[in-house]
T-cell receptor, first 114, second 115 residues
Framework: DAGVIQSPRHEVTEMGQEVTLRCKPI?????LFWYRQTMMRGLELLIY????????DSGMPEDRFSAKMPNASFSTLKIQPSEPRDSAVYFC????????????FGSGTRLTVV | AQSVAQPEDQVNVAEGNPLTVKCTYS??????LFWYVQYPNRGLQFLLK??????LVKGSYGFEAEFNKSQTSFHLKKPSALVSDSALYFC?????????????FGKGTRLSVIA
C-alpha cells in the first residue's frame, strides 16, 4: 500500500480564494482524520469520519471550513474564502475503527495564504 | 477529558548519550498511549504504543517507553542517541474502551542530537 496520500504537497493562494485539500486513506481503513499543525497551536484535530460519516467537526475553526468524504477512498477539506491565518500544514490520517493500532499519516499539505 | 503534557519544548543531547523525552497524561482509567515521530517535511510516523501488559514497551529505531501509572507518565527513552534521531516527537493518549475516540496529541518536543 502506498500509504495515506495527500495532494497537493504545497499550495500557495491569495486571500479570498477557495482552497481544496485532498486525501486518499489506506485501503481498508474506515476512519479518517483531518489535523492542522501550526507552531502556535501544535496539532489540532479538525474533523473525523467513521465509515464516511462525519462524527465530530467541533474542531473546524469556522464556517469557512468544510470537509466531505463521498466514499471510502477519498476525502476533501475545503476552505472558502481562505485567509492568511489559515496558513498551516494540514494532515490527513487513517486507521481501522476499533483497532488498537496507531494512525497512519499522510505527508501533509503546506498551505500558504498570502 | 483526556489530555497529554509534554513539559519540554526542546531536548538537546549529545550523540551516544541516553535520551529521554517526557510525557504525562490525564485520563480516567488505564489509557492507551502512543509515541509518534515527525521528521522535517514529513507526516507523523508511529513509534510505539502501550495498551496493556508489560510497562516497558519497545518500538521502532531502538526506542522504548515506560508506562508508570502512579506518576501518570509515559516517557520515551533510547539508550544511545543518534544524530538521525533529531526530530519532533509527539505523545498521544486515548481512553480505554472508547471506541474510536480520536487520539489527543501533546504539543510535541523537538529533539536535537548533537554530534
Amino acid at each position: 500500500d502506498a500509504g495515506v496520500i495527500q495532494s497537493p504537497r504545497h499550495e500557495v493562494t491569495e486571500m479570498g480564494q477557495e482552497v481544496t485539500l485532498r486525501c486518499k486513506p489506506i485501503s481498508g481503513h474506515n476512519s479518517l482524520f483531518w489535523y492542522r499543525q501550526t507552531m502556535m497551536r501544535g496539532l489540532e484535530l479538525l474533523i473525523y469520519f467513521n465509515n464516511n460519516v462525519p462524527i465530530d467537526d467541533s474542531g473546524m475553526p469556522e464556517d469557512r471550513f468544510s470537509a466531505k468524504m463521498p466514499n471510502a477512498s477519498f476525502s476533501t477539506l475545503k476552505i472558502q474564502p481562505s485567509e492568511p491565518r489559515d496558513s498551516a500544514v494540514y494532515f490527513c490520517a487513517s486507521t481501522l475503527q476499533g483497532s488498537l493500532g496507531g494512525y497512519t499519516f499522510g505527508s501533509g499539505t503546506r498551505l500558504t495564504v498570502v | 477529558a483526556q489530555s497529554v503534557a509534554q513539559p519540554e519544548d526542546q531536548v538537546n543531547v549529545a550523540e551516544g548519550n541516553p535520551l529521554t523525552v517526557k510525557c504525562t497524561y490525564s485520563v480516567s482509567g488505564n489509557p492507551y498511549l502512543f509515541w509518534y515521530v515527525q521528521y522535517p517535511n514529513r507526516g507523523l510516523q508511529f513509534l510505539l504504543k502501550y495498551i496493556t501488559g508489560d510497562n516497558l514497551v519497545k518500538g521502532s529505531y531502538g526506542f522504548e517507553a515506560e508506562f508508570n501509572k502512579s506518576q501518570t507518565s509515559f516517557h520515551l527513552k533510547k539508550p544511545s542517541a543518534l544524530v538521525s534521531d533529531s526530530a519532533l516527537y509527539f505523545c498521544a493518549v486515548r481512553p480505554p474502551n472508547s471506541g474510536n475516540t480520536p487520539l489527543v496529541f501533546g504539543k510535541g518536543t523537538r529533539l536535537s542530537v548533537i554530534a
